[in-house]
């Protein structure tokens, strides 16, 4: 019977610590642009990993 109490105490901490992982890391927002780079061309909004100008971007393949 207490090893059974014991292992609904763990599940229970268990549940808790993953549902407040979940909130923390919804809570955290990407950055949208990196200062002083263009974020849109137009009406259309370029979000930072993507960029137009050198350095706007996170890496080549971003490059638009």
Same mark, same amino acid.
């Given at each position: 019977?207490?090893?059974?109490? &014991?292992?609904?105490?763990? /599940?229970?901490?268990?549940?808790? @610590?993953?549902?407040?992982? !979940?909130?923390?890391?919804? &809570?955290?927002?990407?950055? /949208?642009?990196?200062?002083?780079? @263009?974020?849109?061309?137009? !009406?259309?909004?370029?979000?930072?990993?993507?960029?137009?100008?050198?350095?706007?971007?996170?890496?080549?393949?971003?490059?638009?």
């Amino acid at each position: 019977m207490a090893l059974q109490r &014991s292992l609904l105490d763990h /599940m229970a901490l268990l549940l808790f @610590t993953i549902w407040l992982l !979940v909130k923390i890391a919804a &809570s955290v927002e990407p950055p /949208m642009e990196k200062p002083n780079c @263009t974020a849109s061309c137009g !009406v259309v909004k370029i979000p930072f990993p993507f960029g137009i100008e050198t350095g706007c971007y996170e890496d080549e393949w971003f490059q638009t």
